[in-house]
């Protein structure tokens, strides 16, 4: 039966909010359709569990799926539970999370599962942007459901045990499960950009109860601030020893060193998460050079390029923080463009959206120059022309159009090796230097590393009020 605790749709529902706190609604909901002798098969609460539960006391809505019932499939009166929480959601400002275990559409239910299923569909778009959107896959989601996901704000992914996919692995041509299992976790976390991380069942329900904790109810919150424990004035000190790797930074920087990554296996070159600062919830992104492990060892390495797929990563991440008034902080390190075929096919579009999510964002925005930021690259991070409201540079920062012994070879093609080493160094000292930047107004401060922080807590602090009024349109077209 749906409502026991046995069943394993109601113990992950059990294991997600806190201890007791779940209520829940339409448990006597049964299918309505009689055809192909379902009126003689028990369809206990439509294969759907449905309600609402608390989360370290912060309120949700809740939908876990049955495998147990009609292999989860979607009837009419299980997409009506659905679409019901979600109702429900938009009402109280709270968060929804669907909790995904399904064989698709019931066939049986015909075009009365379809029109409901499509409703889902309709209350995800009109929630996006109001209240956050989490899902969870712990089996199948395939087909038309996959959507659910993609429509959500942030998805995780068992590791082992669950597919995803529009189509199944052996339906692609030229391709068999044993070939490559697209619709695996590893295969969705790395390749699709729905997948936020993978894991255990366990660990996939720690990590929403975390992501809960940090992020808002819903966008009339307008950002999150909790009490904060941390000394504000902490010095970081060896924030230059792994300079390349923002999650190092960020965590080092952050409250209690909190760092919530998001996506964190798509386009490892661009990294998106919550930080926390003096309480406030940050969303911060950041390009990657280098990756260590725990135990600072260098792992992965990039090179310092903005990327397709980078760029909708952190497009996608900029827009979500900007809906609910998230502040941004941005760590720049690019020099240019990644050069691949398969990336330049891409890039312009990608680019374009993710200037568009800078430029369009009125949350409170500060960048942070960390390495080398060249040309049109560093413009599209989130820079001072974009409507950055504050720019921050560590001492050792370049800034420029590019690598200066690259400019000199192209101002001096003729001349010698010696005149061009010449003039790159004269070229380095007029405009590479951030100093040069900060005479011009482009950077507001050079800020030494270890007092990174309290001088991001005191820029966001300052930008707490910040209010902007846009022309009137109903949305852009990015």
């Not at 330049?344 to 500060?366: H, I």
């Amino acid at each position: 039966m749906s409502n026991s605790n046995d069943n394993s749709a109601m113990q992950r529902i059990a294991k997600l909010v806190d201890e007791n706190s779940f209520m829940e609604i339409g448990s006597l909901v049964t299918a309505r359709s009689t055809d192909f002798n379902l009126a003689q098969t028990d369809t206990p609460s439509d294969g759907v569990i449905t309600g609402h539960g608390l989360i370290d006391g912060n309120l949700v809505f809740v939908y876990s799926q049955d495998a147990s019932v009609l292999g989860g499939t979607i009837g009419e009166m299980h997409a009506k539970k659905i679409a019901a929480v979600y109702d429900m959601a938009m009402k109280m400002g709270a968060p929804v999370i669907g909790l995904l275990d399904c064989a698709g559409i019931r066939l049986q239910e015909s075009v009365d599962a379809l029109e409901a299923f499509g409703a889902i569909y309709s209350r995800q778009a009109a929630a996006s942007g109001v209240v956050p959107q989490i899902s969870a896959v712990f089996g199948v989601c395939g087909g038309g459901l996959a959507v659910i996901p993609a429509l959500s704000d942030f998805t995780y992914m068992e590791a082992t045990k669950a597919k995803m996919f529009i189509n199944s692995p052996n339906a692609i041509e030229g391709n068999r499960t044993e070939k490559c299992d697209s619709a695996s976790a590893a295969f969705q976390s790395a390749e699709t950009g729905c997948i936020d991380k993978t894991g255990t069942e366990d660990e996939i329900l720690a990590a929403i109860r975390e992501l809960v904790c940090i992020l808002p109810s819903n966008n009339a919150q307008e950002g999150l601030v909790e009490e904060c424990a941390d000394d504000l004035n902490r010095t970081c000190a060896s924030l230059d020893t792994m300079k390349g790797d923002p999650r190092y930074v960020l965590s080092e920087v952050s409250d209690g060193h909190v760092f919530v990554e998001t996506k964190a296996d798509f386009a490892k070159d661009m990294v998106t998460g919550f930080i926390r600062l003096d309480g406030m919830t940050v969303g911060a992104v950041a390009n990657c050079t280098e990756i260590y492990d725990a135990d600072a060892k260098k792992t992965d390495e990039f090179e310092a390029a903005l990327s397709a797929r980078g760029c909708n990563k952190a497009a996608e991440f900029i827009s979500f923080c900007d809906s609910f008034g998230i502040p941004i902080l941005s760590l720049t390190n690019a020099t240019g463009f990644k050069a691949t075929m398969c990336s330049e096919k891409n890039l312009a579009k990608a680019l374009g959206r993710m200037v568009y999510a800078f430029a369009n964002a009125t949350a409170p925005k500060v960048n942070l120059i960390t390495d080398r930021a060249y040309g049109s690259a560093y413009v599209a991070m989130n820079s001072k022309s974009l409507g950055a409201d504050l720019v921050y540079a560590w001492p050792d920062a370049k800034t420029g159009m590019m690598d200066a012994k690259l400019a000199a070879k192209i101002m001096y093609a003729d001349e010698t090796a010696e005149v061009i080493d010449q003039k790159a160094a004269e070229y380095d000292a007029l405009q590479g230097d951030v100093k040069t930047a900060a005479r011009r107004g482009y950077v507001d401060r050079i800020v030494d590393y270890p007092d990174t922080r309290k001088y991001l807590i005191a820029a966001f602090e300052m930008l707490y009020t910040k209010r902007v009024e846009q022309p009137y349109k109903k949305h852009g077209t990015k």
